[in-house]
């Protein structure tokens, strides 16, 4: 069946990076549109970076200059480098996928999802 396991989250300064990764299975990766949500307490889930199965990139405002989404088809793994992090980046990191390029991050139609990552930034 399909898995989608996150990893990389933690607790850092203002200014600090982090790198996320998404490692994938039970389909054929390659072929799927892949994304990056994020949900803080008390708000609801956001789209973060989309990357389709043709390597095109679509960022949330508020992370493009910031965050950069890639993927390993090789490896069947999702990347999030998170530079310059602030303190209202601070949220559940979810990586999804679905075969239907077009929903990039409107999150409510994704078929799959990991489990989320806890990232926290302080000031």
């Known amino acids: 069946q399909v898995q989608l396991v996150e990893s990389g989250g933690g607790s850092v300064q203002s200014g600090g990076s982090l790198r996320l990764s998404c490692a994938a299975s039970?389909?054929?990766?390659?072929?799927?549109?892949m994304a990056w949500f994020r949900q803080a307490p008390g708000k609801e889930r956001e789209g973060v970076a989309h990357?389709?199965?043709?390597?095109?990139?679509t960022y949330a405002d508020g992370v493009n200059g910031r965050f950069t989404i890639s993927r390993d088809n090789a490896k069947n793994t999702l990347y999030l480098q998170m530079n310059s992090l602030k303190p209202e980046d601070t949220a559940m990191y979810y990586c999804?996928?679905?075969?239907?390029?077009?929903?990039?991050?409107?999150?409510?139609?994704?078929?799959?999802w990991g489990q989320g990552t806890q990232v926290t930034v302080s000031s």
């Open positions: 039970g389909y054929t990766y390659s072929s799927y549109s």
């Open positions: 999804a996928a679905d075969n239907r390029w077009w929903l990039k991050l409107n999150s409510g139609p994704y078929n799959y």
């Open positions: 990357i389709d199965s043709d390597g095109i990139i």
